[in-house]
């Protein structure tokens, strides 16, 4: 089992910028793939960014490429999500997932309870 805990996330206005955080604890750390994932209201969840267990892998949708940055510190059982250039699109709840596998793609074992990130115009 996996606890997952975002942390980072606010109002911001276009333009801005915000760092989300997810912590680990429960199993190996490095053992995972880490992705984030956001949800906005009406829509279905969607996939932004993940990243394999050694952190020299990083894949990014294409809504958000150039704009954020993912890296993970597995000494701190941590994933960020370096957020720039906010648009109101980007507001949703952003929540952090771990994949028991390297590759980041398919479906994703153990879910955090997700950090609200809105981006005023």
């Known amino acids: 089992q996996v606890q997952l805990v975002e942390s980072g996330g606010g109002l911001v206005q276009a333009g801005g910028s915000l760092r989300l955080s997810c912590a680990a604890s429960?199993?190996?750390?490095?053992?995972?793939?880490m992705g984030w994932f956001r949800q906005a209201p009406g829509k279905e969840r969607e996939f932004v960014s993940a990243i394999n267990r050694s952190g020299g892998r990083p894949y990014y949708a294409d809504s958000v490429k150039g704009r954020f940055t993912i890296s993970r510190d597995n000494a701190k059982n941590t994933v960020y999500l370096q957020m720039n250039s906010l648009k109101p699109e980007d507001t949703a709840v952003y929540y952090c997932?771990?994949?028991?596998?390297?590759?980041?793609?398919?479906?994703?074992?153990?879910w955090g309870q997700g950090t609200q990130v809105t981006v005023s115009s």
């Open positions: 429960g199993r190996t750390f490095n053992n995972y793939a």
């Open positions: 997932a771990a994949r028991a596998s390297d590759y980041v793609m398919g479906t994703y074992d153990y």
